[in-house]
T-cell receptor
């Protein structure tokens, strides 16, 4: 069964601290892995997209890693800010399938991050 | 933000009434999608479109229909709303097939069915 599991479900950290969010997946065939940030009341916004051959990708203070062998990804946030408070969603894309979109993106349930002053 | 506008942003309706949600894009993207987001679930695909008048079902399509008469507009209709359709609905767009193209989301419509 194609699944994306994220941990922890929620996390509270102090401003300025670092944190790491985890994503494990059982999706086949694999095309790419994406991390999205979703602020309360807004739509998800893309942070990174990583293909099979990419181990690490950064976007400012956000660094995503991918281990395609163990089917694990992490999102590391450095020097957290209050504006990092959001839900972070891991999405795995299936490749090589016919059709435009049916079942091609598998969404995790997200990790809710709260950054406290 | 990608040029995606969803309307209305909030709606309360009664069980059994028809409801139409609108998604408008200014990016001229070929592919458009409707998702719903519920607590305890990841985003789930309702319907998608791969061109004008070309649509197909997603994983949770029962009770929903869609139409796309112009590239920029994608409508989601609940023919007879039920309480189980209380959710946040997101429209998304992509320039190519979603498995290898970025997906851009609108800011959602919060629908409450009483």
């Amino acid at each position: 069964k194609n699944q994306v599991e994220q941990s922890p479900q929620s996390l509270i950290i102090l401003e300025g601290k670092n944190c790491t969010l985890q994503c494990n997946y059982t999706v086949s065939p694999f095309s790419n892995l994406r991390w999205y940030k979703q602020d309360t009341g807004r739509g998800p916004v893309s942070l990174t997209i990583m293909t099979f051959s990419e181990n690490t990708k950064s976007n400012g203070r956000y660094t995503a890693t991918l281990d395609a062998d163990t089917k694990q990804s992490s999102l590391h946030i450095t020097a957290s800010q209050l504006s990092d408070s959001a839900s972070y969603i891991c999405v795995v894309s299936r490749g090589g399938l016919s059709g435009g979109s049916q079942g091609n993106l598998i969404f995790g349930k997200g990790t809710k991050l709260s950054v406290k002053p | 933000d990608a040029g995606i506008t969803q309307s209305p942003r909030h709606k309360v309706t009664e069980t059994g009434t028809p409801v139409t949600l609108r998604c408008h894009q200014t990016e001229n993207h070929r592919y458009m999608y409707w998702y719903r987001q519920d607590p305890g679930h990841g985003l789930r695909l309702i319907h998608y479109s791969y061109g004008v008048k070309d649509t197909d079902k997603g994983e949770v399509s029962d009770g929903y229909s869609v139409s796309r008469s112009k590239t920029e507009d994608f409508l989601l209709t609940l023919e007879s709303a039920t309480s189980s359709q209380t959710s946040v609905y997101f429209c998304a767009i992509s320039g190519g097939q979603v498995y290898n193209s970025p997906l851009h989301f609108g800011n959602g419509t919060r629908l409450t069915v009483t």
